[in-house]
């Protein structure tokens, strides 16, 4: 094992020998080798190999505190079973888990990855102790983050010296035999992403290769030929255009596609509250929205009013404060505005269109009731405020409300939790976000409610339940 060896020359698990193998750690850690190094190192690596292979398989089994009971195992199971993610996220990984059984089968590779980067830790709480989660929590997050799109030099700090603190952690919990060479190369994955970018991509490759290989005597000529006939098949494909090719398929979610549409007339307060959203969620009309405050504090100066009333005056009066000034005008000065600024001045039409899914930014949202029977889960939606301040919720109603000058807008109203922290919102032991729909804010039953957002403004998030927990 030995990665203590890679912690600080200070740190006191160096020296704590009970807990580790008996023996304390003062060697530095070892320096990274060169090419011509290594390339001396791994020959005769195979009569090595073949020395292994002909010892007695002998296997001894320690039960410890990572040793799930057979109900640990179902409840971790039956978080997998009931998991739904979004389209295209990943496959149907709830059919892989067999919770009599208590088993996992039928993996797909990039299941796996989902798997133990994000479905894991969360399966996890509860089933074992905290002394067996945390590194299990924290390994998965260091997965997670060097398979990002993008990495940063300070993050990969960061990892490369967290990742023997993690190791040692899993020394104190498991026994010797679980510390094969493949766990010990997590020490050096942070460095290889230093030189050649994410792993995921390197890991892709690395798969596609193994698939070339037919003539296992001579795997590097395969891989050869492999390769170089499917670039010959993919420079011929782009020639081929009066058949569908990689290159030139439709995209499965193509932008703005909504599926069927049906026209629905909004009532009075569903008009106001969307009318009142966009108004405060386009930069057009910043000039309209200081003047009004403006107005309002001169107006109400002797009162002394603190600013939160003053914005909950500006949110409930803006709207008709903005047409009656537009309204107000000599004909000069209204010639003089946009018409964008007038048709917004006297608000959408009450006829809007109602969908039930849209794609935006890549991603398809479907509202919550069309969800039944569905195997994905593409109705969980947040949104952050200008503070960064996270709001979760549910969508329930997608429509496309449209103004006098031709501006159309998608509105996605939501059932949003109670980000109160204690009451629709908080954070585990663990730093696992809990939201409980049964508490929600902005229901839009008041007029000064706010249940709709823009649906370029969202991101896409995804809900598990857990049965232990309840709500």
């Known amino acids: 094992m030995g990665h203590r060896r890679f912690l600080p020359m200070d740190h006191r698990w160096r020296k704590e020998a009970r807990s580790f193998d008996g023996t304390q750690e003062l060697d530095h850690p070892p320096p990274m080798p060169t090419g011509d190094e290594i390339w001396r190192q791994v020959q005769g690596i195979d009569s090595v190999i073949e020395?292994?292979?002909?010892?007695?398989?002998?296997?001894?089994?320690?039960?410890?505190?990572?040793?799930?009971?057979?109900?640990?195992k179902k409840d971790f199971l039956k978080v997998i079973q009931n998991v739904k993610v979004p389209d295209g996220y990943a496959s149907n990984i709830s059919r892989c888990a067999k919770v009599e059984e208590c088993s996992l089968v039928g993996l797909k590779s990039h299941d796996s990855h989902i798997l133990m980067q994000h479905l894991m830790p969360i399966a996890l709480r509860g089933s074992l102790t905290k002394k067996v989660v945390e590194p299990l929590i924290a390994l998965s997050g260091f997965f997670r983050e060097i398979c990002s799109k993008t990495l940063r030099l300070e993050d990969l700090d960061r990892l490369e010296s967290r990742i023997p603190y993690i190791l040692c952690q899993l020394e104190r919990i498991?026994?010797?035999?679980?510390?094969?060479?493949?766990?010990?190369?997590?020490?050096?994955?942070?460095?290889?992403?230093?030189?050649?970018?994410?792993?995921?991509?390197?890991?892709?490759?690395?798969?596609?290769?193994?698939?070339?290989?037919?003539?296992?005597?001579?795997?590097?000529?395969?891989?050869?030929?492999?390769?170089?006939?499917?670039?010959?098949?993919?420079?011929?494909?782009?020639?081929?255009?009066?058949?569908?090719?990689?290159?030139?398929?439709?995209?499965?979610?193509?932008?703005?596609?909504?599926?069927?549409?049906?026209?629905?007339?909004?009532?009075?307060?569903?008009?106001?509250?969307?009318?009142?959203?966009?108004?405060?969620?386009?930069?057009?009309?910043?000039?309209?929205?200081?003047?009004?405050?403006?107005?309002?504090?001169?107006?109400?100066?002797?009162?002394?009013?603190?600013?939160n009333e003053l914005d909950k005056l500006h949110r409930d009066q803006f709207c008709d404060w903005f047409r009656g000034f537009v309204e107000n005008m000599d004909d000069s000065r209204r010639n003089e505005l946009d018409d964008k600024i007038k048709s917004h001045s006297i608000g959408p039409v009450k006829l809007a269109l109602k969908f039930k899914r849209y794609v935006t930014n890549g991603m398809m949202f479907r509202i919550r009731d069309s969800e039944n029977g569905?195997?994905?889960?593409?109705?969980?939606?947040?949104?952050?405020?200008?503070?960064?301040?996270?709001?979760?919720?549910?969508l329930t109603h997608i429509i496309e409300v449209q103004y006098y000058d031709g501006s159309?807008?998608?509105?996605?109203?939501?059932?949003?939790?109670?980000?109160?922290?204690?009451?629709?919102?908080?954070?585990?032991?663990?730093?696992?976000?809990?939201?409980?729909?049964?508490?929600?804010?902005?229901?839009?039953?008041?007029?000064?409610?706010?249940?709709?957002?823009?649906?370029?403004?969202?991101?896409?998030?995804?809900?598990?339940?857990?049965?232990?927990?309840?709500?």
Not at 51 to 72: H, L, S, W
Not at 384 to 389: A, G, L
Request: proline share 5%.
């Open 51 to 72: 020395a292994i292979r002909k010892r007695p398989n002998i296997v001894q089994v320690d039960y410890g505190c990572f040793t799930m009971t057979k109900k640990e």
């Open 408 to 471: 159309r807008y998608v509105l996605f109203k939501c059932d949003w939790a109670n980000i109160a922290l204690g009451r629709g919102y908080k954070n585990d032991e663990y730093g696992f976000i809990l939201v409980n729909f049964s508490r929600l804010i902005h229901t839009g039953k008041r007029i000064t409610d706010d249940p709709f957002v823009l649906a370029s403004q969202v991101s896409q998030v995804y809900y598990v339940a857990d049965e232990r927990i309840p709500n």
């Open 174 to 307: 498991f026994p010797p035999g679980f510390f094969t060479v493949m766990v010990h190369l997590l020490v050096h994955l942070a460095t290889e992403c230093k030189l050649g970018g994410p792993d995921h991509y390197r890991w892709m490759c690395l798969r596609s290769y193994k698939g070339y290989i037919r003539n296992k005597a001579a795997p590097e000529g395969s891989i050869a030929e492999g390769y170089v006939a499917e670039e010959l098949l993919t420079f011929c494909s782009r020639y081929l255009e009066s058949s569908q090719t990689v290159f030139n398929r439709p995209h499965r979610n193509p932008e703005d596609a909504r599926g069927e549409v049906k026209s629905v007339s909004l009532d009075e307060k569903l008009w106001v509250q969307a009318h009142r959203y966009i108004l405060f969620n386009s930069d057009d009309f910043i000039p309209f929205r200081t003047m009004h405050k403006e107005e309002l504090r001169t107006r109400n100066r002797r009162d002394r009013r603190p600013a």
């Open 374 to 394: 569905k195997s994905t889960q593409n109705s969980g939606v947040c949104v952050s405020t200008e503070d960064d301040t996270p709001y979760y919720g549910q």
